[in-house]
């Protein structure tokens, strides 16, 4: 399973206010942050916005912050409030393309998998993704860091 550029880039959003809880971010300042797109970010922005996410100030001085605490931002609805959909093969869909759905045990095994990976995100929140009290995470990975950073 893989999941899309929009879930990624609304987990680093969150992740970033969540470590500036002591004043409105920018998209701008965001994107600049992880090098990712600006004009993706704030597509995100919005649909975080209006999904009770994240709380948007308009004009000089706006910006946005966490809606709720971190401890209350379930990684699980996250992820099932960003993702367009969960479809993994055709026969999670609606299994008109699929000539084996009446006979295949495929899809069960598929769909209980789904369930365990979105049941183990139900049991993380927003907080234990962010560092320490006092601590700000870092832009960028220290270089002895084993996976490189990711761009998208």
């Known amino acids: 399973m893989r999941l899309t550029t929009m879930t990624d880039y609304a987990l680093r959003l969150l992740i970033y206010l ?17 090098e990712i ?13 209006l999904g009770g996410w994240i709380t948007t100030v308009r004009g000089k001085g706006g910006g ?21 959909d969960f479809m993994l093969v055709e026969c999670l869909g609606d299994g008109s393309d699929c000539r084996l759905t009446q006979r295949c045990r495929l899809t069960r095994i598929f769909k209980e998998a789904l ?31 084993p996976i490189r950073a990711l761009k998208a």
């Open 18 to 34: 969540g470590s500036h809880p002591e004043r409105l971010c920018t998209t701008a300042e965001i994107a600049q942050a992880y």
């Open 37 to 49: 797109s600006e004009a993706h970010l704030t597509k995100i922005t919005h649909q975080l916005g």
């Open 64 to 84: 946005m912050r966490l809606a709720h605490e971190p401890s209350a931002i379930n990684l699980g609805a996250l992820v099932r409030a960003v993702e367009p």
């Open 115 to 145: 369930a365990a990976f979105l049941g183990e995100l139900d049991q993380h929140t927003l907080a234990e993704l962010l560092p320490p009290p006092g601590r700000k995470l870092p832009l960028r990975p220290p270089p002895d860091f």
